[in-house]
């Protein structure tokens, strides 16, 4: 048995899953202020209809991350970069509270600038004077060489009482020493409310006798172990829409182009399915403005949703409880919805009531009010859906896939997500003329696609001929070619795919290594006079997002 767990702004929606059916959903109000409450009423609500003892794996998608740094609770964090040279200083406008110290590293990983420990020495007198506990240190090309990193960090916690050191090279190995330092950045603030919470799931569930895998959800439509996600909370940025994205492909399982439109009590969100696989941000995840080292889909979200509050100056970009048809005390959307195209959701005559004491005060007809609404919010989606459009046919995939059919791209249908889709995603499809796509599933999706989907790992491996070293990542681990002279493109594949296999292992993720593919294969000769002197080479592996092998499809 699989369990999903989504825990969204409005509604915690859960399913338990098995066998190739949905055993049971569950749709519960989210607290706010205690996430995990949410989460544990879905949970014990459940497992009333299965036995703990028989639940192979639980997947959890939160807005906890996403909403920390969306409301600017994260905790206060300081960046300490050390950017060698090139940009000047003030190009960094990543962090209020920035710190830069020389010290730098060349692109092949050698030392080309020591550090200065007296700038050190300052630093460390800033942090105790500020009061700040939770420190970000980046350095350009760390990820080739992480010993300044490593000696800052040391220092650090040395000389500085309570202090957390999160360093870009444990973060990411990728290229691109800004999108690094903000990875970093937003790690670390963010590491102890996460941290916090993984805690109290973890004693929830010792509590309750259920001794399972627990994974999270990732932007990138893939799962990582509750306990992995400790060190990199930025991961599960975005998983919400993450879950929508899965959950709409898990409901069709066809290839078929569609927008996903996850409509939710708050917000919305928007992203794409070309040809049945979910379109990525190439670019990795935007966080608050900053591109980041986090793989995400291609997502968008709006601050429009089913229960988006109406008063007589409009639609407004918040919510205050439910409809006023499910017992809420002001109108809302889908109370407009619900009286336009005659729903029949709850109770109507409250929509009608709470409708119409608006249209009064603008002294206009109800029906007319309703009209004016529901057309102001279908125009609304439709113009961010263009908008989107706009972004993804920058993406790779978008452009590969007018290559291969030689025309521009078509949009077939558009799949509903959420409680309040079957009163808004018609309309838009109708607008948009394609078909609308409303399972009967579709207000648990989100909590469906977290149960089915797979783990994921990338693996990174650098290997340069000329100096004998090579790094590999996730964890930083740096070494010695054992025979430089020899090595090869085939040895440096064969050496990413066993640490693919060995790093798959202590994740709990073994069955899944095998069906790993290669999406970087690189070479490149360094020359000294007219003389080749080395090879770098550059490969990555991965287990690629998708859904568990037993999984076909949900039966209705």
């Excluded at 007296?118 to 992480?146: C, M």
């Excluded at 999160?166 to 290229?175: D, G, R, T």
């Excluded at 608006?358 to 007319?368: G, K, L, N």
Aim: negative net charge; hydrophobic residues 40%.
């Amino acid at each position: 048995m699989l369990i999903g767990i989504d825990v969204g702004g409005t509604f915690t929606d859960g399913v338990l899953f098995n066998r190739g059916e949905i055993v049971s959903s569950v749709k519960k109000p989210t607290d706010e202020e205690n996430l995990k409450n949410s989460l544990l009423q879905v949970l014990d609500e459940l497992l009333d209809y299965g036995d703990p003892a028989e639940i192979n794996r639980i997947v959890l998608s939160t807005t906890l991350v996403t909403n920390l740094l969306a409301t600017g609770r994260g905790e206060k964090t300081a960046l300490v970069l050390l950017p060698g040279y090139g940009l000047p200083h003030n190009s960094y406008d990543i962090a209020k509270e920035t710190y830069f110290l020389k010290g730098s590293i060349d692109f092949r990983g050698r030392e080309i600038e020591r550090l200065d420990n007296q700038e050190i020495d300052g630093l460390l007198d800033w942090i105790k004077s500020s009061g700040i506990s939770r420190i970000a240190v980046a350095s350009k090309f760390a990820n080739r060489n992480d010993v300044h990193e490593k000696e800052v960090k040391k220092r650090i916690l040395e000389e500085c009482e309570g202090a957390h050191v999160a360093i870009s090279s444990e973060i990411s190995a990728k290229l691109n020493f800004r999108r690094r330092a903000a990875t970093t950045y937003f790690t670390a603030m963010t590491g102890n409310p996460w941290n916090r919470f993984v805690d109290e799931i973890e004693e929830a569930l010792k509590i309750r006798g259920i001794d399972t895998d627990v994974h999270v959800l990732k932007a990138d439509g893939g799962t990582m172990p509750l306990q992995a996600s400790r060190a990199k909370p930025c991961e599960t940025v975005f998983s919400g829409p993450a879950a929508s994205t899965m959950g709409g492909s898990a409901l069709t399982r066809d290839t078929v182009n569609s927008v996903v439109v996850d409509v939710g009590g708050t917000t919305t969100d928007l992203s794409l399915i070309i040809a049945g696989e979910p379109l990525y941000a190439s670019r990795g995840a935007v966080i608050e403005k900053q591109l980041t080292h986090v793989n995400s889909f291609a997502v968008s979200s709006i601050a429009l949703g089913g229960d988006s509050v109406i008063t007589r100056e409009g639609v407004q970009p918040y919510r205050d409880g439910p409809a006023a048809c499910f017992g809420g005390e002001k109108a809302t959307v889908t109370d407009a919805f619900n009286i336009h195209l005659n729903l029949n959701l709850g109770n109507i005559s409250e929509s009608q009531t709470k409708i119409g004491e608006i249209a009064a005060q603008q002294q206009m007809d109800t029906a007319a009010l309703c009209e004016k609404i529901v057309e102001y919010v279908t125009h609304r989606l439709y113009s961010t859906v263009n908008e989107m459009f706009r972004q993804w046919e920058n993406e790779p995939a978008y452009k590969v896939w007018e290559v291969i059919n030689q025309r521009k791209f078509t949009l077939d249908r558009v799949i509903g997500i959420g409680a309040a889709a079957p009163a808004m995603v018609p309309a838009l499809a109708e607008m948009m003329k394609v078909e609308p796509f409303i399972h009967p599933y579709s207000p648990v999706a989100n909590a469906l696609g977290a149960s089915v989907v797979r783990p994921t790992l990338t693996v990174v491996l650098r290997a340069d001929t000329q100096t004998n070293k090579y790094t590999l990542d996730p964890g930083g681990i740096r070494g010695e070619l054992e025979k430089p002279g020899s090595f090869q493109l085939t040895d440096a594949k064969e050496m990413a795919r066993q640490y693919l296999v060995s790093a798959g292992q202590k994740l709990g993720m073994k069955e899944y290594t095998a069906d790993f593919s290669f999406f970087l294969e690189e070479q490149f000769n360094m020359i000294r006079g007219w003389d080749r002197v080395g090879k770098i080479f550059e490969v990555g592996i991965q287990v690629a997002p998708g859904f568990i092998e037993e999984f076909k499809g949900v039966k209705i």
